[in-house]
């Protein structure tokens, strides 16, 4: 069993990467700017937003699978698994053979929504052998006895006749737990997790969180989990990462995230969401305004400002620095920065 | 408060063919649901996909056929009408009273209607209004839900999912209906999003005096929103209980499981659960015996195996849960004040 070091060495770092969408009659769109990540081996990194914040498209861009009309335009991603030199995602081509030796063996994912992700066509069983076939370079009789071990791993009961089904014939949380071994087959050092349980009802959910949580225990391979549920962000993450139409506006612990948002926008959300309380002690919603501008239409600036209660005149052009607040939290925010004679006007 | 709808010893089953030589199955979706709406409150229905909770609800409108038992309607105007008795030209005019909101925003407008005639539909096949007063009506339903006056010439591609429930909310108020039943209305929306339209729920509520059913699987939500909440497991009903009762001290351990499962947005307050998960939702057409949670629930014993728990009030209280221990189970609830878990 690896153990963890407390000051692991970052195994997958995004810098400054930003990712431009071209189309034909349209201008370019920068539907990601300018993101700075890392992940840590045994570490979750929950990256959390609204659709179309952008929280998907950076996730698919660690494996390089993005549309055709989607560019990485600017910065890297440095992956370091052991003492070599890290390579730089960024820059292989996504069809590349040093790419694919990384995809599913080192960095795997797990998708929404596994009906749509499974071949219907294959068994579940013939799924994870041929994976473990191409890149351990397996016999077929020693691939299947990993994937049965693999599905009891994951808590697939009856595993050996359950490695003969179909997709169709596994309810949505085995599915998912089958999604789940494929991804651990070649026991990668980085997960991407894209929203693996909002298609699940809570009970399956929390079985999920803590499959995952026990996995990551057990191999310590690095977490990116995709959401949209606070809630589960609070459950599993270690950091947190806000995404709002492409910017990262806040990032930092889940402890100090949670504790202290800095951005309005983080604020906002936490006040979106209905608290846990008795009826005495019950506040009415505070939503944020209006909705999410088209990225066509984002400010120049700060993306929030159309929708922020704070706004002041920087906000629509100049667009905020990541701001340290201290123990690795950062806001991009002109209110962290501002003077204070200004506050006082 | 006065009782607007009562549901009696409801049930619904559905027939699958056994293919050409199989025996036809049955599956029973709803079994024996009692229930009553009071006017004015907010009663929740939840559990998870496939507990009946949108069956119980499409039967109470009768947009579903029930197999046995009634629903009836009390009119402010008196009487009782059984929805279930009547046929669907009778049921018509009842449909003025007791309206829908749908969850899926996308898929529940015609997206080859203008919003201004997907409003108005119900107002002409009611033969409520026309000409220059419909339009009114429709206008001001479209503003008091926050789409202006000046969108209504456009198709629902152009709302954004927000406003496109908004839009399903005007349609569902604009005949002035009694009773709303909404089903997952705010689930597919992002958070922000959902805020303001439970703000409008609530608002709406206040104004025009309504009545909601309000189905969904999100105990937060219904925290906020309920007054009264209905938790349903494979077409049972095994609580029924106020609010702040249910979330207090739930007294099923199925109640348990939702709010022990519940993620909780907020760190310091990470859960060590009571217990592991316990298997999956079994297959409706392979219910267990006796209680029909028996497969899942960790306090089961032989009893719970063989006779089947009925839905009776506990200790004399507003609340009712079908579990044959509920008196002695001390069940956990959802308002810890405390920190679960101090940060490691």
Redesign the interface.
Known sequence: MPLIPMDAKPILTIKDMSIVFSSPDEADIEAVRQVDLTLSPGKTLALVG??GCGKSVTARSVLRLLDRNARIQRGSMLFAPGDEPPTDIAKLKADSLPLRAIRGREISMIFQEPMTSLSPVHTIGDQIDEMLILHERLKPKQARERTVALFDQVGIPGARERADSYPFQL????RQRAMIAMALACAPKVLIADEPTTAL???????I??LLRQLQADFGMAMLFIT????????I?DEVAVMYLGDVVEQGS??DV??APSHPYTQ???S????????AD?V?????KG??PAPRDRPEGCAFTSRCPHAFEPCATVRPERTALGNGHHARCHLLTRQPAEVVA | MSTLLTVDHLSKHFLLSGGLFGKERRLDALTDINLTVEAGETLAIVG??GCGKTTLGRCIIQAQSSSEGRVVYHPKSGGDVELTALSKREIKPWRQDIRMIFQDPMSSLNPYMRVFDIVAEPLRIHRICKGRELEERVISTLEKVGIPAEAVGRYPHAF????RQRIGIARALVLDPKLVIADEAVSAL???????V??LL?DLKTEFGLTYIFIS?D???V???ADRVVVMYLGHVVENAP??ML??RPRHPYTE??L????????????V?KT??RG??PYLGNRPTGCPFNTRCKYAEDRCRTEKPVLRPIAGMAQEAACHFAEQLNLKG??DDAPVKE?A
Do not use: C, W
């Open positions: 609204e659709s309810s949505g949380g085995l009802d809570v009970t399956t959910q929390a079985q969180l803590d949209h549920d606070l809630g589960v962000v609070a459950e993450a889940v402890f949670f504790a906002a959300l936490m979106s969401i209905p608290k846990m309380a008795r009826k019950r009415r919603l505070s939503p944020i909705t999410v | 998870e996909s954004s999912g927000g406003q992002d958070v922000s999003i959902q805020a303001q439970l703000n609530e699987h105990l937060g939500v925290n906020y929103i609010t702040e979330f207090e499981l939702l022990d499962t519940l993620p909780i947005a907020d760190p310091l307050r990470r859960k659960r592991e998960v999956e939702i959802a308002y940060i």
